[in-house]
């Protein structure tokens, strides 16, 4: 039977426990989903934004063309949220390398796939929509939209 007293052993970690090469390819999963998210947003924006001009185009209804602001909003919001959230994942990534080499991680650092102390989502997100990863993308797909209502429609 074990003692409810006692406390478990902190030991240090290594490079090269299997603790840790568990922990950085959970991370590295989750930072690849993420930046796959981020890739399927654009995507799915542009066959959306795609289809609405085809078929505003085809009923001849140049003025329906602001409806594809909506899903530009929407998935500039979202990419810009995977976005953040990479980045967030990234730190702890790197926290924890910085740590492993310095000597100071130990296996209560493993696992931890909690935000880290002081993230604000609503920061982060508006950081990440300010990024070149995002905003230029989606700023183009609007000019884009303006062209067509104008110029195409």
């Given at each position: 039977?074990?003692?409810?007293?006692?406390?478990?052993?902190?030991?240090?970690?290594?490079?090269?426990?299997?603790?840790?090469?568990?922990?950085?390819?959970?991370?590295?999963?989750?930072?690849?989903?993420?930046?796959?998210?981020?890739?399927?947003?654009?995507?799915?924006?542009?066959?959306?934004?795609?289809?609405?001009?085809?078929?505003?185009?085809?009923?001849?209804?140049?003025n329906y063309a602001w409806i594809?602001?909506?899903?530009?909003?929407?998935?500039?919001?979202?990419?810009?949220?995977?976005?953040?959230?990479?980045?967030?994942?990234?730190?702890?990534?790197?926290?924890?390398?910085?740590?492993?080499?310095?000597?100071?991680?130990?296996?209560?650092?493993?696992?931890?796939?909690?935000p880290m102390r002081g993230f604000?989502?609503?920061?982060?997100?508006?950081?990440?929509?300010?990024?070149?990863?995002?905003?230029?993308?989606?700023?183009?797909?609007?000019?884009?939209?303006?062209?067509?209502?104008?110029?195409?429609?």
């Amino acid at each position: 039977m074990s003692n409810p007293n006692h406390q478990p052993q902190i030991a240090n970690l290594t490079p090269e426990s299997n603790s840790v090469q568990s922990y950085l390819s959970i991370l590295q999963g989750i930072i690849t989903r993420l930046a796959s998210n981020s890739t399927n947003c654009k995507t799915w924006c542009i066959s959306l934004v795609s289809a609405i001009l085809v078929v505003i185009a085809d009923k001849n209804k140049p003025n329906y063309a602001w409806i594809t602001l909506v899903p530009i909003i929407l998935f500039f919001l979202l990419d810009a949220y995977y976005l953040a959230q990479e980045r967030s994942f990234r730190a702890i990534y790197n926290n924890f390398i910085e740590a492993l080499h310095s000597g100071n991680a130990t296996t209560k650092n493993l696992f931890v796939l909690v935000p880290m102390r002081g993230f604000n989502v609503v920061k982060a997100l508006f950081d990440a929509s300010l990024s070149f990863a995002v905003y230029p993308f989606y700023l183009t797909l609007v000019v884009t939209v303006i062209i067509a209502r104008y110029l195409i429609l």
